[in-house]
């Protein structure tokens, strides 16, 4: 059974940080695509940042330059570090897996078709 799990979700004022983490059960993050997306209530939901197996990171263009996504093989943990936080960022944010499906793939469709999905942990900011 594959399990993932988000955490370090809170509340944050504007302009603040905030670390996601994901830890996986069941598959190992070294063979797969990975990826953190993102959605608010009646929105659809869209790609924040995505790594491919060889390690290539893809950025929304909305997070370029202020998140950062990177993951620890040893721990079987990926990680999203998200500066200089906007009430725009606001959403539950997910963790996801796909065995096939490319990570630049999956940040432009919001992870249509990814395989493996965990609970989400929202995040909210103030201003």
């Known amino acids: 059974q594959v399990q993932l799990l988000e955490s370090g979700g809170g509340s944050v004022q504007a302009g603040g940080s905030l670390r996601l983490s994901c830890t996986a059960s069941?598959?190992?993050?070294?063979?797969?695509?990975v990826g953190w997306f993102r959605q608010e209530p009646g929105k659809e939901r869209e790609g924040v940042a995505t790594?491919?197996?060889?390690?290539?990171?893809y950025y929304a263009d909305a997070v370029k330059g202020r998140f950062t996504i990177s993951k620890d093989n040893t721990q079987n943990t990926l990680y999203l570090q998200m500066t200089r936080l906007k009430p725009e960022d606001a959403a539950m944010y997910y963790c996801?897996?796909?065995?096939?499906?490319?990570?630049?793939?999956?940040?432009?469709?919001?992870?249509?078709?990814?395989?493996?999905w965990g609970q989400g942990t929202q995040v909210t900011v103030s201003s």
């Open positions: 996801a897996a796909d065995n096939w499906k490319t990570a630049d793939y999956g940040l432009t469709t919001g992870g249509q078709g990814w395989a493996y």
């Open positions: 069941g598959l190992s993050f070294t063979g797969y695509h």
């Open positions: 790594m491919s197996r060889d390690g290539t990171p």
